[in-house]
């Protein structure tokens, strides 16, 4: 079928969305974890990961519009 998406860059652009997903689900642990830290070195340690898991997840959505466009999918 003309236009058809093979599957393994269907399976990828699954893969991307579930990773965002997981990254967001990170985000949240780490940030409440800092919000539950009396200890100044160990809420620096969280805010860190939560950093980290945000640089993640906007490098996994430049690379995800990328590839969008690469293939010329439409929406999200």
């Known amino acids: 079928m003309p ?3 093979p599957e393994k860059t269907r399976q990828l652009f ?3 969305k579930d990773a965002v997903e997981r990254e967001r689900g990170a985000q949240s642990l780490y940030k409440r974890a800092a ?4 200890d100044e ?6 805010e ?4 980290d898991e945000l ?6 959505l430049a690379r995800y519009k990328r ?6 999918v439409q929406g999200k």
């Open 55 to 60: 640089r993640h997840e906007k490098m996994l």
């Open 41 to 46: 070195t160990l809420r620096g340690l969280f």
């Open 67 to 72: 590839l969008r466009k690469e293939h010329n």
């Open 14 to 16: 699954l893969l991307f």
């Open 3 to 5: 236009g058809e998406m």
């Open 48 to 51: 860190g990961f939560y950093k």
């Open 35 to 38: 919000e539950l830290c009396d």
